[in-house]
């Protein structure tokens, strides 16, 4: 299994809508991250959390919210959709040594 | 903003050269980190080197830091068409080691059999 998995792997949605992607980990780690990669381009920051009771906002957070529901649980979520929230959505932790380890993605399309 | 500017934003090399990616940054940094990328996929980390550390080696990778400069190399020896992928840097700031990673555009190499 994953250390670090994402669900939805692929989600469309409509305009308007709300959404929430999920990430869980099984690293033990208290840091855990959201980013956003657009097309051919690095990964941006939207939210951060050290623990369960600490959430920063990050480069790109407004549109979106989260919620550390567990030290291994940190879920974004889409208010309201738009077309340009279209993206490459990335869970991520990481520990003392701080390198992160990833999830796979999830591919959002917002019609 | 981004914090990290990888350079070239690609790079097309014959199996067996080197490879050199190159990554500039902006503000004081705990550590640089180097992430590899296959299309559409999560990152994986490679190697971390810390901002009191000039350069460090991991297999066939070899990174470099200058902290006056604020800049970065990771170079791959003898490289392999399997080594085709998207290559970033990251930097790590804030109170902690790592807290807070912020990541640059990339340098999309492409390894010719």
């Known amino acids: 299994d994953a250390d670090v998995t994402q669900t939805p792997r692929n989600r469309i949605t409509k305009t308007g809508k709300r959404i929430m992607l999920e990430c869980s980990q099984t690293k033990g780690h208290d840091r855990m991250y959201w980013y956003r990669q657009d097309p051919g381009l690095g990964l941006q920051l939207i939210y951060y959390s050290f623990d369960v009771k600490d959430i920063n906002k990050g480069e790109i957070s407004d549109g979106y919210s989260v919620s550390r529901q567990a030290q291994a649980k940190f879920s974004l979520s889409l208010e309201s959709a738009i077309p340009n929230q279209t993206a490459l959505y990335f869970c991520a932790t990481s520990g003392t040594r701080g390198e992160a380890f990833f999830g796979q993605g999830t591919r959002l399309t917002v019609v | 903003s981004q914090q990290g500017e990888e350079d070239p934003q690609a790079l097309s090399i014959q199996e067996g050269e080197n490879a050199t990616m190159n990554c500039s940054y902006k503000?004081?940094?705990?550590?640089l980190q180097w992430y590899r990328q296959n299309s559409g996929r999560g990152l994986v980390h490679l190697i971390l080197i810390r901002s009191n550390e000039r350069e460090k080696h991991s297999g066939r990778l070899r990174v470099t830091l200058d902290t006056s400069k604020k800049s970065s190399s990771l170079l791959i020896t003898a490289s392999r068409a399997a080594d085709t992928a998207s290559y970033f840097c990251a930097t790590g700031i804030g109170e902690t080691s790592g807290s807070r990673l912020t990541f640059g555009e990339g340098t999309q190499l492409t390894v010719n059999p």
């Open positions: 503000t004081s940094i705990n550590n």
